[in-house]
């Protein structure tokens, strides 16, 4: 397995854009628990809470032609993709002016000028249709990258491999970002799967697979950034593995107990954001740390605000010409 690159530093302005983003994702996702048990958004909710470095750092090395799909879990990669959290929001509310005009909800958004290919509730779903966007990007001449989130429970399904072998046989310009976060609903991955780095699995598909600290978001981008642009010069697909750890439960229904209190323990000292901001602490004074904290908790409540007061989805037409248009464009 190749070590991730040393090279490709992030400059400290995208580590400045990558902590707001980070904290931003963050506090949007604290205030969702709350609201869900006051029944003001429907569920199940899941979020990333944990996984922050893993889902900012991967996308900030995309461009915003790029596309990124992604899963239950994928709040992060939007904020990281450029998708605006008043869409996000207001797409959970279940509002007009949501991503999706409030007809997906919290799994199943798209964005596509913020080139968030889709979310899928379809554990596995996501790989193969990356895969197929990236094909049409190869059979365009085009130098555009699909990145695929999933998780560790999900690389067990049949799909993923499917999809890994296609990419690794035609070289497609995809990368599989595997975010491990040690359980697939409340099965750690040790009862899932044989081996315990998934990575290892990419030498099966004649691809690089790489593992790195998912909750350092520097080790991160340095490894995503260099499999992105070993896509986007034609080299192929990259396996590329985040070990993280997810400090909530898997969703809102989720009642606990069997993530072990050590285990949570030792991870919460890891947390990717405490981690970035000490780094970030090294080139910027306490007070400019504290002034990117409340410029994202301003993005945060301004969200909120937008997507509560926006006018709720009509229930009796929920009807989506969209796929109408789309279905008409191409015969
Ligand atoms: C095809 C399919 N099988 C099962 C499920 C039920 N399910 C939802 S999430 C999940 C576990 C996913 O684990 P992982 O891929 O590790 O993602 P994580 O929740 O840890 O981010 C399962 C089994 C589903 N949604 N789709
Ligand atoms: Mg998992």
Known sequence: MAKA????RPTLDELKEMYVKMVVTRRMEEGLFPEHRAGNIR?????CNGQEASAIGATA???KDDLV???HRGHGHMIGKGVPARGILAEIYGRET???????GHMLMADLENGLLGTSAIVGGGPPYAVGQALAFQCQGSDRVAMSCFGDGAAQNGMVHEAMNVAGLWKLPVVFLCEHNMYGLTVPSSSQSPIADISDRAAGYDMPGVKVDGNDV???YQAAAEAVARARRGDGPTLLETKTYRMVGFSTTDIGGYQPEEEIAAWAKRDPIKRLREILGK?????ELDAMDAEA???VDDAYEFAKTSPETPLDDLYVPEYAEVEAAHG
């Open 5 to 8: 690159a040393k090279t490709n």
């Open 297 to 299: 908790q301003g993005i």
């Open 218 to 220: 520097v080790a991160v």
């Open 283 to 287: 080139d910027l004074k306490p007070k």
């Open 98 to 104: 949501g991503l999706c005009r409030g007809r997906a």
């Open 61 to 63: 090395v995309l461009r």
């Open 43 to 47: 569920g199940p909710i899941h979020t």
């Open 69 to 71: 799909s992604t899963t």
